[in-house]
């Protein structure tokens, strides 16, 4: 391989495909990036099994070849470059000579046999969205899905179609985050489950673009291809729960109140909250206040006040403050509306100006 490209571009393309690389010990290879030259682009391919990456960079090729590199190797080498503008990538033996008018590195090479193939989706079903609102959607919900992957389900994000709306859930059972993406037009794609760590993963690749993204998907898989640059990853092969039976259809209490003076108030609780995080709410009815009141034995407590407008019933009840302060980013509005149902009941919070988002979020017992 011989070939000289623009600096910035390599740069941009070997960072991005860094963050998914593998770290498997009995795969080194997977700690790697695959270049590869392809007419007069290169080919730059990262693959950790569960998810794949493809990104094309215009180049000028004087010969062919492909080569696997440590990914952190090159990738460190490059974001310590002086501002030359183009690099120069050179293979030698078993070595990656890569240069510059100021700088020369050469890496220890792998071997290329043992690198995974990146699948490619068919067009089976597929659409078009554009970035900021995939970004949107999944950055709604994905804070809300399960650490553990007991139940891989859990551990998810979950799209599906309904008519012409997108829809991604989360869950990690004690909480539950919807967001809704209006489109343009009916969408026909498979519902599927990405694994969180997947779906975290395309965020860093995706985020801080703005184009159109053609999603593919089968049972086994979706793409995500822009750009000169294809991601796929596997699906989870399971069921989201039936969350809709959950959602309450009516409430007992209804609090509006603004969204900054409930962000401040949970910082309040922060400072207060014991090891379980448990902050207490309290409704009154005929009050302009709710009451936001945290406890730590070791440390003291505090009561804040709220201003807010109150509907319904009296009521007191036990939320992880956390779990309540994640979801306040999702929401767009100035206002949020709080809506209760009992005390053992999920709250369920909405932006009072927006209702493409819901969140649903369980009490502590006391």
């Not at 498997?24 to 990036?33: E, F, Q, R």
């Amino acid at each position: 391989m011989k070939i000289e490209c623009v600096k910035e571009k390599l740069h941009i393309a070997i960072s991005k495909a860094e963050k998914i690389v593998g770290k498997n010990i009995n795969l080194p290879v997977l700690s790697c990036l695959l270049l590869e030259t392809k007419g007069n682009n290169l080919i730059i391919r990262a693959n950790n099994l569960d998810l794949g990456l493809e990104i094309s960079v215009p180049v000028k090729v004087e010969e062919g070849g492909k080569v696997a590199v440590p990914a952190n190797i090159i990738s460190g080498f490059l974001n310590n470059l002086n501002d030359d503008k183009n690099i120069f990538l050179e293979t030698t033996d078993n070595l990656l000579k890569i240069f510059t008018t100021s700088s020369e590195a050469k890496i220890k090479t792998f071997s290329t046999e043992d690198f995974p193939t990146v699948p490619m989706v068919d067009n089976e079903k597929n659409y078009k969205i554009n970035s900021k609102d995939l970004i949107n959607g999944i950055k709604s919900v994905i804070y809300s899905s399960s650490l553990s992957s007991v139940k891989p389900e859990l551990s998810s994000v979950y799209i599906y179609t309904n008519d012409d709306n997108l829809v991604f859930v989360a869950t990690d059972s004690f909480r539950l985050a919807e967001k809704t993406i209006k489109t343009r037009k009916i969408i026909d794609l498979n519902n599927v489950l990405i694994p969180f760590k997947n779906a975290s993963d395309i965020l860093k690749i995706i985020d801080n673009i703005d184009v159109d993204i053609e999603i593919n998907s089968t049972k086994n898989q979706i793409s995500f291809n822009f750009n000169g640059t294809y991601v796929v990853s596997r699906v989870i092969d399971g069921t989201f729960p039936d969350y809709k039976q959950i959602l309450p259809k009516e409430e007992k209490t209804k609090v509006v109140l603004l969204k900054q003076d409930l962000i401040n108030s949970l910082k309040i609780s922060n400072v207060f909250s014991d090891n379980f995080n448990q902050m207490n709410i309290s409704v009154k009815k005929g009050e302009k206040t709710i009451k936001v009141k945290t406890k730590n034995n070791n440390i003291g407590e505090n009561i804040n006040k709220i201003e807010a407008n109150i509907e319904g019933e009296d009521i007191e009840v036990n939320f992880n403050y956390k779990y309540i302060t994640d979801c306040l980013n999702s929401i767009t509005s100035d206002s949020v509306t709080l809506f209760f149902n009992g005390i053992n009941k999920p709250l369920v919070i909405k932006g009072t100006s927006d209702r493409t988002f819901t969140y649903l979020v369980m009490p502590m017992n006391r």
